[in-house]
């Protein structure tokens, strides 16, 4: 369905790089390599009705932003684009379908091919290897990848280069420290409770709705704050109005950056995708939430990486009544520990705190990439 070596005619190349961020969650990965191009130029383009978070700053750097719109009516295309995924062009609320937008090209592309010469995807999520391993992979030159598990995984099923990086958007966890009671009293919580973080992804394989009495009946004796999904807010708002009923701590809606909240929780709630993942790398303590029918959910699987991780962390399933014990356990968690040491090694590249970097060196110097594949 996807092949590479679309043959297409800009009007003109742009010789620096340039992200494209079609959500403003995606800009908090990208902002730790951000800061470390350093005087490297960059663009920064984004998708229609996308604003970055407020707390990421420019200030300094030497970029560019612009709207993804600009590009493709200038027919101007940069000689290496970072993305997220393979995505289509949209306007406001009108999709535009792949396969026929149309710009001084020789034929219709997908965006990302009307966009980059040379095309390099940066993962944000190591969960849901069947949306992450999708055939649309084949459209890029080029993985930024966590670490030897999925470089492994894209050089198999797709015969790309890769580069280990590590991860970009926890290096403020391991350098940046905070003053956690301030940051738990500007939620609404208790400094003198322990805290409870639950990052649940969204659709069918989402925790809300499964535990939210289980985990409302833990606010009697923590701070509980959940950061919902970035879009559940918008696609799934009656689940949000339903988190609105519980009597939490917080209910973060925003597009405000992860890593706080990992430093002030002292227990963590995830289900599937990337944040059980970040735990890990972080070795936080957490308990992974059960969702029926999530092996066989076809963005998941059985082989995902975040199904496999049940048969090694303690989980839970929905109305086990288990959960409150699970988190109020405090002698039990040297295995976990281990746990995250081993598999640490097994997802990412060692390089906490340096990861940006890795990944910006990356940027500027592509020699890991094939030039044949451009």
């Known amino acids: 369905m996807f092949e590479r070596g679309t ?8 010789n620096r790089p340039a992200f494209l961020v079609h959500t403003a969650e995606i800009a908090n990965h990208y902002a730790p390599v951000w800061k470390e191009l350093k005087d490297h130029p960059f663009d920064v383009l984004l998708s229609p009705g996308v604003t970055l978070p407020s707390q990421i700053s420019l200030k300094g750097l030497p970029v560019r932003i612009r709207s993804v719109r600009t590009a493709l009516l200038l027919g101007e295309r940069y000689k290496v684009l970072v993305s997220n995924h393979y995505q289509g ?99 609404g919580g208790n400094p003198d409770q322990k805290t409870i973080i639950w990052l649940p992804t969204w659709k069918k394989l989402s925790s809300v709705g499964h535990f939210n009495t289980e985990i409302a009946d833990l606010v009697k004796s923590f701070n509980v704050i959940i950061k919902v999904h970035p879009l559940m807010v918008h696609d799934e708002p009656h689940r949000v109005n339903e988190l609105s009923k519980l009597g939490l701590t917080a209910i973060i809606q925003d597009a405000r950056d992860n890593i706080p909240l990992y430093q002030v929780a002292d227990t963590m709630l995830f289900d599937y995708g990337g944040p059980p993942f970040g735990g890990i790398y972080t070795r936080k303590r957490f308990v992974l939430l059960n969702v029926p029918g999530a092996s066989n959910d076809p963005w998941a699987g059985p082989d995902s990486s975040d199904i496999a991780l049940r048969d090694v962390f303690r989980n839970v399933d929905p109305g086990s009544g288990k959960l409150q014990r699970l988190v109020e356990d405090d002698e039990s968690w040297v295995e976990h520990d281990d746990a995250c040491r081993t598999l640490s090694d097994v997802y990412f590249a060692p390089l906490q705190g340096t990861s940006a970097a890795a990944a910006a060196a990356a940027i500027r110097d592509r020699s890991w990439i094939d030039d044949t594949k451009s």
């Open 89 to 187: 062009y949209h306007d406001g609320k009108v999709r535009v379908p792949l396969t026929s937008f149309r710009i001084p090209f020789r034929k219709p592309a997908p965006a990302i091919k009307m966009l980059g010469v040379q095309n390099i995807r940066m993962l944000y999520a190591a969960g849901k290897l069947g949306w992450n391993m999708s055939d649309w992979n084949a459209l890029y030159d080029g993985i930024l990848c966590f670490g030897p598990r999925h470089a492994s995984l894209f050089k198999e099923k797709f015969g790309l280069p890769v580069f280990e990086m590590g991860y970009p958007r926890f290096d403020n966890y391991f350098n940046v420290p905070i003053d956690k009671a301030s940051v738990i009293a500007s939620l």
């Open 7 to 14: 043959t297409l005619r800009p009007r003109r190349i742009i």
